[in-house]
């Protein structure tokens, strides 16, 4: 009987090994610490990134020191999911709210599928108007 409860116990530990993370779950990590860095590495080759309702969209070179000026200018307080779309394997969308030293902000984000990764293609940064 001892011998099914251990089987039990080191089932429940390893269970959360074999599950992959959502890649939205560390976008909003990675927000929630302003790492532009390592959220580079989710952008896909042809991502398009806007902040702040800038009248053109930024390329991968371009927009890491864009982000890289928001997060120092606002710094991250807290993160939370808004809205998420999973239906599609191929395809993932996410509104987040980033809540800062100056303010809260509404962040899209579009995901595709390229290479087996999920690769952010856009990321859309505004202020929210509504609390």
Known sequence: MKIIYVHSIILLFLLPLGVK????????HMLRQGNTQEL???FSDNVEVTV????????????IPVLDKFFADNK???VRLFHKIDSNPNY???VVFL????????ISLTLSKHDAEMKIVEMRIEVEKTK
Do not use: C, E, H
Not at 21 to 28: G, L, R, T
């Open 76 to 78: 991250p307080k807290s």
């Open 52 to 63: 702040l309702g800038g009248d053109n969209s930024l390329d991968k070179t371009t927009a």
């Open 92 to 94: 993932l969308f996410g």
């Open 40 to 42: 580079s590495k989710q």
């Open 99 to 106: 809540n800062t030293d100056k303010g809260l902000y509404r």
């Open 21 to 28: 993370a959502d890649p939205i779950d560390n976008i909003m």
